[in-house]
């Protein structure tokens, strides 16, 4: 199993450009993630989905969008880069189990950078 | 609200020496508690949990107790390596209409052999 992974793993935009990050998982987990990392400030929720078919915002939504392709696939889009969205991206998953989720299980991030 | 504050670092020891990071977390229900750790370049990846209330996790000679009276799940290690250097996040969930995860800021360990 290749667990959760991402592309790209590295990328430079110029203000206003566009891009999607791809993630995808292979261990039947309903509810995926994504997150960003910025230095002393830990990982914050961007988007997430529950289940295929639904998606809700996170923490820090505004300027991102998500799509929820199938159950193995969770992507994000930003419509219009801005240097503010130069971060670290995560995407995770997990599946519930019994009255609460296990652990996230995540990929190695993608390391975006705009100028 | 929920939240997780740990302990700032970096945190610098020499090998062999004993870890501690601190963890305490505010939380609304009972969450469950987790210990995530980043190697550099890499993802999180899970190295203990607790579930309910003194549950003790351990994985590869860490520990952390979850204690209710305290709120906290600190984290601890006998002895350290140089192998140990990453940076360490503490984290619950809980489901507030639907289970969310949060995360505190990490914490850096520098092991020097």
């Known amino acids: 199993n290749a667990g959760v992974t991402q592309t790209p793993k590295f990328q430079v935009l110029k203000t206003g450009q566009s891009m999607t990050l791809q993630c995808a998982q292979d261990?039947?987990?309903?509810?995926m993630y994504w997150y960003r990392q910025d230095p002393g400030m830990g990982l914050r929720l961007i988007y997430y989905s529950a289940s295929e078919g639904t998606t809700d915002k996170g923490e820090v939504p505004n300027g991102y969008n998500v799509s929820r392709l199938n159950k193995r696939e969770f992507s994000l889009r930003l419509e219009s880069a801005a240097p503010s969205q130069t971060s670290v991206y995560f995407c995770?998953?997990?599946?519930?189990?019994?009255?609460?989720?296990?652990?996230?299980?995540f990929g190695p991030g993608t390391r975006l950078t705009v100028l | 609200g929920n939240s997780v504050t740990q302990m700032e670092g970096p945190v610098t020891l020499s090998e062999e020496a004993f870890l501690t990071i601190n963890c305490t977390y505010t939380?609304?229900?009972?969450?469950?508690l987790f210990w995530y750790v980043q190697y550099p370049g890499e993802g999180l990846q899970l190295l203990l949990k607790a579930t309910k209330a003194d549950d003790k996790g351990s994985n590869k000679g860490f520990e952390a107790t979850y204690r209710k009276e305290t709120t906290s799940f600190h984290l601890e290690k006998g002895s350290v390596q140089v192998s140990d250097s990453a940076v360490y996040f503490c984290?619950?969930?809980?489901?507030?209409?639907?289970?969310?995860?949060?995360f505190g800021a990490g914490t850096r360990l520098f092991v020097k052999a």
């Open positions: 984290a619950l969930s809980i489901n507030t209409g639907g289970f969310k995860t949060i």
């Open positions: 939380a609304t229900g009972y969450p469950s």
């Open positions: 261990m039947n987990h309903n509810s």
């Open positions: 995770a998953s997990n599946q519930r189990q019994g009255g609460s989720y296990n652990e996230q299980f």
